[in-house]
């Protein structure tokens, strides 16, 4: 089967959820009811290159799953009913952008809705949505995401790839191996299993690795928007005095629109960095 239209390996810091229903697994694969469609209706005989996102708020998964079925001249299916109860947020910073089905596809999956391009047998070409990044006509995978915060990643990475190895040379005859898919951009490496019982060893062997270590004061995203000065100037006076610790915590992304930069830091060095920054953020003096 044509599949995968992922325009990058994303995952945002927590355990996946697994393709299907329970109901339908208990009844088997015969048992299988039809997965629901969202009904686009297709505008013109060749795709627009871009579609524009509505205002900022909170929307219905389908809402803004239509989009991406205008940008392919797709049809848009579910593969479970409970995607129906997703939903998207779209930032005061993104509101009434206008996004490329690639830029769309990275918006969904940022809330765990992944899309591919599969060929229906009685459908035709559709959009496939589904919670497991790695969905496919194989058994369903287990998974658990690992947060390099405060570690290097790419050794990181290059350690769980070689435990990972050593995992699988040992599995049951027939498993499917165990994987991994390292995520640069969000600091997060996801690794999943075919079976619960070989996930909880991965997970039992990435301890003995060093690599996942109890984060209580987990980092989150904030911004902050400048009032009086150029954030980037702020950001550098903010940040000069840190603690190595703090700055390889820290993570500070330029946003493009206003004179406002995001934050990815713990709750308790934001607040830090927030009074620094309510402090040096006063009009100039002449």
């Not at 089967?1 to 945002?12: D, S």
């Not at 702020?234 to 493009?256: F, Q, W, Y």
Request: proline share 7%; hydrophobic share 35%.
């Amino acid at each position: 089967m044509n599949r995968v239209l992922v325009a990058g390996m994303l995952v945002v810091g927590c355990v996946l959820s697994v393709l299907g229903d329970e109901n339908n697994k208990a009844q088997g694969p015969r048992a299988k009811k039809k997965a629901p469609n969202v009904q686009i209706e297709r505008k013109a005989p060749k795709p627009p290159r871009v579609v524009e996102l509505p205002d900022s708020g909170v929307y219905p998964a389908e809402e803004i799953l239509a989009l991406a079925g205008v940008l392919s001249g797709r049809a848009v299916r579910l593969s479970s009913e409970r995607l129906r109860q997703t939903e998207v947020t779209i930032s005061e910073d993104i509101a009434g952008s206008n996004l490329t089905l690639a830029e769309l596809t990275l918006l969904l999956a940022a809330h765990r809705l992944y899309l591919f391009a599969v060929t229906d047998p009685r459908d035709g070409e559709i959009l496939l949505v589904s919670k497991d990044p790695e969905w496919s006509d194989e058994p369903p995978r287990f998974t658990l995401t690992l947060d390099t915060i405060g570690m290097n990643f790419k050794e990181a990475a290059t350690r769980v790839r070689k435990a990972l190895k050593s995992l699988n040379t040992r599995l049951p005859a027939g498993e499917l191996p165990v994987f991994s898919l390292p995520d640069k951009r969000t600091g997060k490496i996801i690794v999943g299993a075919s079976t619960q019982a070989t996930l909880d060893k991965v997970s039992q062997l990435l301890n003995r690795y060093g690599l996942q270590k109890q984060q209580p004061n987990r980092p989150r995203l904030y911004s902050y928007k400048g009032r009086f000065r150029r954030v980037e100037d702020l950001a550098e006076e903010v940040t000069k005095d840190l603690s190595k610790g703090e700055r390889n915590v820290l993570r500070i992304v330029r946003n493009g629109r206003g004179n406002r930069l995001l934050f990815r830091s713990p709750p308790e060095l934001w607040k830090k960095l927030k009074l620094k920054f309510e402090e040096l953020d006063q009009p100039t003096r002449r």
